[in-house]
């Protein structure tokens, strides 16, 4: 079992209180502090607006802090859990992230989805496409960003992606390129393609019974598109609050729900 820990960025609410001026040094701190113990892996989330309601409170962009802890932490990897399609190209998304990765002496993993906070879609411009062609989009960019890492080019004339000889170099230190994490738990197609081009699928929000059930049909998956299920690492989140009582862990929840009340008003924390 290996255990990763995300970072507070303001997604969730989780920087309330703090100085924007002060928030990458908070943010910084607690990712050194994840380096030099026993978690395995640092995660950020994809998104530029607070959840469950947006707001004004700061959300830091995802790539911007991947290249940020890739130089100031030493041993941990690096993740995104996870990083959406269409919100950039996926030619320059490779190329980014072959930056990063080579910037972090290789410890950099690509979680990638195809996105699904329609707030932030159409408030930066990018519609909304259906979940079909979202899905698509997806499909079509890994398979440039695939190219791209273990060739140094890339290329496809795709329906929503075209690339003619990009050139992605530095190429990314790990071999194989950077390790694809294919985040969501559709059926039909999410994890087909993380049958087809995922070292690791993310799914199922910590509920054991669906944990089981998604793991079955995208065993069944790769049996359609040969490929080794037994290859695929799957992962899964936990949101946890900790303490050393049931009365300590109360306290602690209460505290929280007191310090997102007045920016959520009746929406329900972010889960």
Same mark, same amino acid.
């Given at each position: 079992m290996r255990f990763g820990i995300f970072v507070p960025q303001g997604w969730r609410f989780d920087l309330v209180g703090i100085e924007p001026a002060a928030q990458w040094q908070a943010m910084?701190?607690? %990712?050194?502090?994840?380096?030099?113990? !026993?978690?395995?892996?640092?995660?950020?989330?994809?998104?530029f607006h607070t959840t469950p309601v947006p707001s004004e409170e700061a959300t830091h962009e995802a790539w911007t802090l991947m290249s940020a802890f890739a130089a100031s932490t030493s041993r941990i990897r690096l993740g995104q859990m996870c990083t959406c399609m269409s919100y950039r190209n996926p030619a320059y998304l490779a190329k980014v992230a072959a930056t990063v990765d080579v910037v972090s002496g290789g410890r950099t993993e690509m979680g990638i989805g195809g996105g699904w906070y329609e707030h932030e879609w159409r408030a930066y411009g990018y519609g909304f496409p259906s979940a079909g062609d979202r899905l698509r989009r997806l499909d079509e960019g890994v398979q440039i960003m695939r190219q791209a890492w273990t060739t140094g080019t890339a290329t496809l004339d795709g329906k929503h992606y075209q690339a003619d000889g990009a050139i992605v170099r530095p190429l990314p230190l790990q071999d194989g390129g950077i390790p694809l994490w294919i985040a969501g738990g559709g059926e039909k197609v999410?994890?087909?393609? %993380? =049958?087809? $081009?995922? %070292? $690791?699928? &993310?799914?199922?929000?910590? &509920? !054991?019974?669906? @944990?089981?059930?998604?793991?079955?049909?995208? /065993?069944?998956?790769?049996?359609?598109?040969?490929?080794? @299920?037994? =290859?695929?690492?799957?992962?899964? &989140?936990?949101?946890?609050?900790?303490?050393?009582?049931e009365a300590e862990v109360e306290d602690r929840v209460?505290?929280?729900?007191? /310090?997102?009340? !007045?920016?959520?008003?009746?929406? !329900?924390?972010a889960s």
């Open positions: 910084r701190d607690l %990712a050194q502090a994840a380096d030099a113990g !026993p978690w395995e892996s640092l995660w950020v989330y994809d998104h999410t994890l087909k393609i %993380a =049958a087809k $081009y995922a %070292a $690791y699928t &993310n799914f199922a929000g910590g &509920n !054991p019974e669906e @944990f089981d059930a998604k793991s079955a049909i995208l /065993r069944e998956h790769t049996k359609t598109v040969g490929t080794d @299920f037994d =290859a695929i690492v799957r992962s899964t &989140n936990f949101n946890t609050v900790i303490g050393a009582t209460a505290a929280i729900e007191a /310090r997102l009340a !007045p920016h959520l008003g009746s929406a !329900p924390p």
